[in-house]
């Protein structure tokens, strides 16, 4: 499994399954879900817009076409766990919706916390039809699902 964070220089170009690790309010998410998608011997790119190392421009890859926008364009799934709300995966339903995005969308929402509750009712008043998992590695068996009907199966391992 490949990490890519937003650095001080371009990504790599990425080839096979890839996932996207949506922001959201807590920041700590994202290594758990690395650890469970490298528990489920995921072997693709996982794109960690939470930089685990300094760089000199922080505000960089959220800038618009920044790493940020990049990123998200070139994965295969976007995970969203705990979002604010559903602005960001409703431009990225529309944008496929059109035929200019391919990527799966998975979105996990703690039922114990109130603000991703209202999330998920957000979510589910935009996208009536979205299952919205209740747990972090629910959400990561889903977008490890996605793959295995979107992709051929010597890419996953």
């Known amino acids: 499994m490949r990490v890519d964070e937003p650095l001080d220089h371009p990504p790599a170009d990425n080839t096979g399954p890839s996932v996207f690790l ?45 790493w940020h926008q990049l990123m998200l364009r070139r994965s295969t799934a976007a995970l969203f766990w ?32 109130p603000g991703p509750r209202e999330a998920k009712e957000q979510f589910l008043r935009a996208m009536p039809w979205l299952t919205v998992e209740q747990s972090l590695p629910d959400a990561v068996n889903t977008v490890l699902a996605s793959f295995a009907t979107t992709l051929p199966s010597d890419t996953l391992a």
């Not at 431009?91 to 990527?103: E, I």
Request: charged content about 15%; aromatic content about 10%; some cysteine.
């Open 22 to 66: 949506a922001a959201g309010p807590d920041a700590t998410w994202q290594q758990e879900a690395l650890l469970l998608l490298a528990n489920a011997a995921f072997t693709g790119t996982v794109f960690n817009p939470v930089p685990t190392s300094p760089i000199a421009d922080r505000d960089a890859p959220w800038r618009p076409f920044g």
């Open 82 to 113: 705990n979002p604010p709300g559903p602005v960001m995966a409703t431009d990225l339903l529309s944008r496929h919706a059109f035929g200019f995005l391919d990527t799966a969308i998975v979105v996990g929402c703690d039922p114990d916390m």
